[in-house]
């Protein structure tokens, strides 16, 4: 059979197709994508579910003249596939070329780089909005998952879309699924509306002024095409909800879709991971059967989650033991917080696990709603520091953000002894909202000194006593100030102070202001984070102008997206080397 996929390179070549050419390309397309999946890893179901609906979108709609926009894009890969990037799936060679999401740098198709969720519909909005105000011409398509609908800015997305009066068009790709099992309100209607086939009388979308039209089988390309060509240049807003399968055409993806939202490298003949990882201890492991351990002590404690459950490693299991005191608020961070600190203020002991990079969409409740109010809640930060990961999950914005809010208690352990000590504590102690950054991925362990309060003012742990040079080495950069401590004595014959600061938000005074007494010319700080704004910053402002000198080593203010962690450990002169490198040449300078 003649390929098809071989002649499309733009849009455009769908244009002549056939039905039967196209469902054919559906069908060498998911080919195709298993193929990569399975060397690469990726998101698997999202990326199977929609195939059919993004080759009808590309050959009913006219991108990019025509607007579309993936909310979260994790669910992009066809449409890549689609639009010039065909080597980045086919060719073994080219397959890191792109990144996983859309990114207007690789294409003009792309129109924003979105990697989190529930935006996709407030995006949309603007840019029908600046048509209108420009008086253009182009339809606006938002691809919103249902899992995407819990988030706060879906919701007021829709609110302001339904009242624009002019074309955009959201399609709810409805595969009753988040990354884990859907939670709220909002899903019962969605699957009434499902049992229904759109009938029922109650239809959200309808409330609030949409035009809604149902496509009951999405992976149907003539039935999703046929919808999407007659709500094409529509004057109004509305909602085409298409009911599709996660992980659809792939067998083990269709049976353990959140297993499958993400894989690593596996083969497609058994599902099993080629890379199969060691069994080793993490964060995640650590925690959840400390927190498990816990739960089952004290029924006021509760772990909470927006959407991710396995961060802290609640599989499906687990929850089911815990249907009281585990919560998944869907991705909804902002609300997770305000959640947790009512939960605190009424008695309860709250946990709520989240990345780094996903905190920051909700600074407003950890200023207002938790720290303001001071509520004891404990915040865990996974994934923080910095990762190779896509340019919209980066770690490394947390500290400065936190740092300064007033009453929120924020601490960096370095190795899992203390980190239990602190969330110990933390689940104890009644005064104020507690945040631990935690220290990496796979668990370390050290002979640490442990404090029984953490509470303010801050105790620095001393580790090695030295002289001329003092090593502030925060987190989960302890072990590398434990090697530049042991490099500068080796190669210059310096006893560096090395310190474990403990605590983020606070500093200890006492310890910093004995640091001069004590013979020492240079104060540097080692941190895992952007470094304008951040821990190290601060100390130095607490030198300020007097003869001491402070070195901060971070991370650059930039977006960077796929480097390798050794390179940007060069690039931030993180290294042993660099570190110890530039410790000399200001010494040489004072």
Known sequence: MRSVLENIHTPKDLKPLSAKELIQLCGEIREQLLFRLSATGGHVGSNLAVIEATVALHYVFDSPADKIIFDVSHQCYTHKLLTGRKDAYTDPARFSSVSGFTNPAESEHDIFSVGHTSTAISLACGLAKGRDLTGSSCNVIAVVGDGALSGGQAFEGLNNAAALGSNIII?????????????????????????TEG??????????????????????????????????????PTIVHMCTVKGKGYPYAEADREAWHYMGPFDRKTGMPLHPAEPVETYESL??????AKMKEDPTITAITAGTPKIFGFDAGLRQQFPEQFVDVGIAEGHAVAFASGIAKNGGKPVFGLSSSFLQRAYDQLSQDLS?????????VFFAGISQ?????MGVFDIPLAMNIPGLLYLAPTCREEYISMLEWGLCQTSQPVMIRVPGIETATRNASLLPDYRSPAK??????GDTVALLALGKCFQLGSKVREQLKAVHGIRATLINPRYISDMDEELLRSLPENGHQLVVTLED??????FGEKIARFYGTSSMKVLNFGARKEFVDHMPVEMQYERYHLTPDCVVSDIIHALKHF
């Open 199 to 236: 009938k029922a009388a109650c239809n959200l979308f309808q409330a609030l002024g949409f035009d809604y039209l149902f496509v009951r089988d999405g992976n149907d390309f003539r039935e999703i095409s046929e919808a999407f060509i007659k709500v094409k240049d529509t004057g109004h």
């Open 389 to 393: 990961g896509s340019q919209t999950h």
């Open 287 to 292: 925690t959840c059967r400390y927190l498990a």
């Open 171 to 195: 399609v709810i790709n409805d595969n009753d699924m988040s990354i884990a099992e859907n939670h709220g309100g909002l899903y019962e209607n969605l699957q009434l509306l499902r049992r």
């Open 372 to 380: 303001l109010n001071q509520s004891p809640a404990v915040i865990l």
């Open 529 to 534: 984070g952007v470094i304008d704004g951040g």
């Open 460 to 465: 620095y742990e001393l580790v090695k006593q």
